[in-house]
């Protein structure tokens, strides 16, 4: 709305320049259609050569680093490409770098301005930093130098999230792990970094008013706190389909009944996908056939035929589900079988799936679960799990959890964690294989209804008194809101999990607002992850870096 605003006060079409991060960032929120009705007639990228256009005023949309910044002198210094540049930053720009676009190009710029949005909203409810590379940078002994720079770019994003939502939170972080003599206190150190940054912003802000805090919360947690719900087989539909079948970007390539390519883009523009990606598969395979036949009836969505075909054919795609394998998990996770009977021998639980031929994958998974179980194993016993599953040379997929505070090797001199108390869902099951809940819920529950221990949840900045859970905001409202936009005259809880968010916990942010109402969850993190990718990511933590990124303009 900024930048289109701006373009309305000229009648001169323009050119939209971008960088990779703010492709994406665009892409989330308008289409192509929607920026040629403001007059902004062609998108570029702003690494790749482009010819100049002297009639035409430039439009560059980009993050503030040195790289970007170099790139836009590049179109400037020695020759201009445009009449104009109209220059919008994701975020703060240093006085270094706004200094040196001033001397080299500062005839040209018209406007600049910093919109404070370097974070990606994935969907409603959801969003992530689009920086898959920070688990690396925080978690290897290898990037040790990092680590901080990695927090601190984490930090400036969450502040544009909190600044995007006109929310100044009280911020609050889970109480750091202490594992073999380390202490991994990421939570806290990210926690003290939003918080200053979160002054620092609401001090500078253009009103030259101080902003209290709002009626918003902000936890922060690492991902070790349940390394159970990342790696677990999901049996609901957005979870499942994400584990199983190969999705880029969001998009599912499929071939239709003649034979032709098509591809399903799985977002919520896509009403259908909206309803059915947090139910559960067998109740999906109930779905789709009645919605077949709904929207054959309906003559207005021709659209929704080709998206339906689309869900069918994903669900057909999808893998047949091991029963044994999910029954297997669900058991070592819950700690109980369906009875309730409380599971006595891990072991014996886990061995059917080690004995049958299944994929490396799947076994290590629940090799995984079966020591998440006992909150560590005896080194002797992990060695014999790793022949079983025959990863003698690749048994960092097991041993680098450590890196993430998660006991692995339990000793007689080691002291077990003591594990938080779960809640009682037994009522709301379902499903025999969909028992397990993540931990998330029940942080996003006892938040909400202001449960959480202050010794478990430290404060780096108190909330409102008045922000003390659902019964104080229902009352407040008188009413409980029901749709989104009502909510927001409610509270906000804003969780931002360090080292990546599953589906099964973006999901939890939908059911928790659902049955609260008076309070919207959000949920976010550097990015989101697959079990395949988060154990690709474990096993790549103790391998030393071997190549730095290095960036070219590529000539077309």
């Given at each position: 709305?900024?930048?289109?605003?701006?373009?309305?006060?000229?009648?001169?079409?323009?050119?939209l320049?971008?960088?990779?991060?703010?492709?994406?960032?665009?892409?989330?929120?308008?289409?192509?259609?929607?920026?040629?009705?403001?007059?902004?007639?062609?998108?570029?990228?702003?690494?790749?050569?482009?010819?100049?256009?002297?009639?035409?005023?430039?439009?560059?949309?980009m993050?503030?680093?040195?790289?970007?910044?170099?790139?836009?002198?590049?179109?400037?210094?020695?020759?201009?490409?445009?009449?104009?540049?109209?220059?919008?930053?994701?975020?703060?720009?240093?006085?270094?770098?706004?200094?040196?676009?001033?001397?080299?190009?500062?005839?040209y710029?018209?406007?600049?301005?910093?919109?404070?949005?370097?974070?990606l909203?994935?969907?409603?409810?959801?969003?992530?930093?689009?920086?898959?590379?920070?688990?690396?940078?925080?978690?290897?002994?290898?990037?040790?130098?990092?680590?901080?720079?990695?927090?601190?770019?984490?930090?400036?994003?969450i502040?544009?999230?909190?600044?995007?939502?006109?929310?100044?939170?009280?911020?609050?972080?889970?109480?750091?792990?202490?594992?073999?003599?380390?202490?991994?206190d990421?939570?806290?150190?990210?926690?003290?970094?939003?918080?200053?940054?979160?002054?620092?912003?609401?001090?500078?802000?253009?009103?030259?008013?101080?902003?209290?805090?709002?009626?918003?919360?902000?936890l922060?947690?690492?991902?070790?706190?349940?390394?159970?719900?990342?790696?677990?087989?999901?049996?609901?539909?957005?979870?499942?389909?994400?584990?199983l079948?190969?999705?880029?970007?969001?998009?599912?390539?499929?071939?239709?009944?003649?034979?032709?390519?098509?591809?399903?883009?799985?977002?919520?523009?896509?009403?259908?996908?909206?309803?059915?990606?947090?139910?559960?598969?067998?109740?999906?395979?109930?779905?789709?056939?009645?919605?077949?036949?709904?929207?054959?009836?309906?003559?207005?969505?021709?659209?929704?035929?080709?998206?339906?075909?689309?869900?069918?054919?994903?669900?057909?795609?999808?893998?047949?589900?091991?029963?044994?394998?999910?029954?297997?998990?669900?058991?070592?996770?819950?700690?109980?079988?369906?009875?309730?009977?409380?599971?006595?021998?891990?072991?014996?639980?886990?061995?059917?799936?080690?004995?049958?031929?299944?994929?490396?994958?799947?076994?290590?998974?629940?090799?995984?679960?079966?020591?998440?179980?006992?909150?560590?194993?005896?080194?002797?016993?992990?060695?014999?799990?790793?022949?079983?599953?025959?990863?003698?040379?690749?048994?960092?997929?097991?041993?680098?959890?450590?890196?993430l505070?998660?006991?692995?090797?339990?000793?007689?001199?080691?002291?077990?964690?003591?594990?938080?108390?779960?809640?009682?869902?037994?009522?709301?099951?379902?499903?025999?294989?969909?028992?397990?809940?993540?931990?998330?819920?029940?942080?996003?529950?006892?938040?909400?209804?202001?449960?959480?221990?202050?010794?478990?949840?430290p404060?780096?900045?108190?909330?409102?008194?008045?922000?003390?859970?659902?019964?104080?905001?229902?009352?407040?409202?008188?009413?409980?809101?029901?749709?989104?936009?009502?909510?927001?005259?409610?509270?906000?809880l804003?969780?931002?999990?360090?080292?990546?968010?599953?589906?099964?916990?973006?999901?939890?942010?939908?059911?928790?607002?659902?049955?609260?109402?008076?309070?919207?969850?959000?949920?976010?993190s550097?990015?989101?992850?697959?079990?395949?990718?988060?154990?690709?990511?474990?096993?790549?933590?103790?391998?030393?870096?071997?190549?730095?990124?290095?960036?070219?303009?590529?000539?077309?």
């Open positions: 709305e900024t930048i289109i605003e701006d373009c309305k006060k000229s009648e001169i079409w323009k050119i320049i971008l960088d990779h991060f703010t492709t994406k960032l665009l892409s989330s929120c308008c289409k192509m259609s929607d920026l040629m009705q403001e007059g902004i007639t062609i998108v570029e990228d702003l690494y790749k050569s482009r010819e100049p256009v002297l009639e035409m005023k430039a439009i560059y949309f993050t503030p680093t040195a790289k970007c910044v170099d790139a836009f002198i590049g179109d400037f210094k020695l020759k201009p490409k445009y009449k104009a540049a109209y220059v919008y930053f994701t975020d703060y720009c240093s006085d270094e770098l706004f200094n040196k676009m001033k001397l080299y190009c500062g005839k710029i018209r406007v600049c301005k910093e919109l404070n949005i370097s974070f909203p994935q969907e409603s409810q959801v969003f992530t930093c689009d920086n898959p590379g920070a688990f690396r940078s925080i978690y290897s002994p290898h990037c040790s130098q990092d680590k901080v720079k990695t927090l601190e770019t984490l930090a400036a994003q502040v544009t999230l909190c600044a995007t939502l006109d929310e100044n939170p009280g911020v609050r972080y889970k109480k750091e792990t202490v594992l073999e003599n380390t202490t991994l990421n939570a806290k150190q990210l926690a003290a970094l939003v918080d200053y940054k979160l002054t620092k912003h609401y001090d500078m802000d253009d009103n030259s008013k101080k902003k209290g805090k709002t009626q918003a919360q902000l922060i947690v690492e991902r070790g706190f349940d390394p159970v719900t990342p790696i677990l087989h999901e049996l609901t539909y957005q979870a499942m389909a994400y584990d079948v190969p999705i880029k970007n969001d998009t599912y390539k499929y071939k239709s009944k003649d034979g032709s390519e098509k591809e399903a883009l799985l977002n919520e523009d896509d009403q259908l996908w909206a309803r059915l990606r947090h139910m559960h598969i067998a109740e999906v395979s109930e779905q789709i056939p009645k919605l077949v036949k709904e929207i054959s009836a309906n003559k207005k969505q021709p659209d929704g035929k080709i998206t339906i075909s689309g869900l069918s054919q994903l669900m057909k795609k999808m893998p047949h589900f091991r029963k044994q394998v999910a029954q297997v998990r669900s058991d070592l996770a819950v700690g109980s079988d369906v009875e309730g009977v409380k599971v006595k021998d891990p072991m014996r639980t886990l061995l059917p799936v080690l004995l049958h031929p299944h994929g490396t994958y799947d076994k290590i998974r629940a090799v995984l679960l079966y020591i998440f179980s006992l909150n560590g194993t005896t080194e002797e016993n992990l060695n014999k799990l790793i022949q079983h599953v025959k990863i003698e040379e690749d048994r960092e997929f097991i041993l680098n959890w450590r890196e505070g998660v006991p692995i090797i339990s000793s007689p001199s080691f002291f077990p964690m003591r594990r938080s108390s779960r809640r009682d869902r037994t009522q709301e099951e379902t499903y025999s294989l969909s028992r397990w809940t993540p931990v998330i819920k029940d942080v996003m529950e006892d938040a909400v209804e202001n449960k959480l221990e202050t010794r478990e949840w404060h780096q900045s108190e909330c409102p008194a008045a922000w003390n859970g659902s019964g104080a905001v229902s009352a407040r409202q008188k009413h409980k809101a029901s749709t989104q936009d009502e909510r927001r005259s409610g509270s906000r804003i969780i931002f999990v360090i080292g990546g968010i599953s589906y099964s916990e973006m999901r939890s942010a939908y059911q928790v607002t659902q049955s609260v109402k008076s309070c919207e969850v959000i949920i976010g550097s990015h989101i992850v697959t079990p395949m990718e988060l154990l690709d990511d474990i096993q790549a933590l103790s391998k030393p870096t071997t190549t730095k990124e290095t960036f070219t303009i590529v000539k077309e």
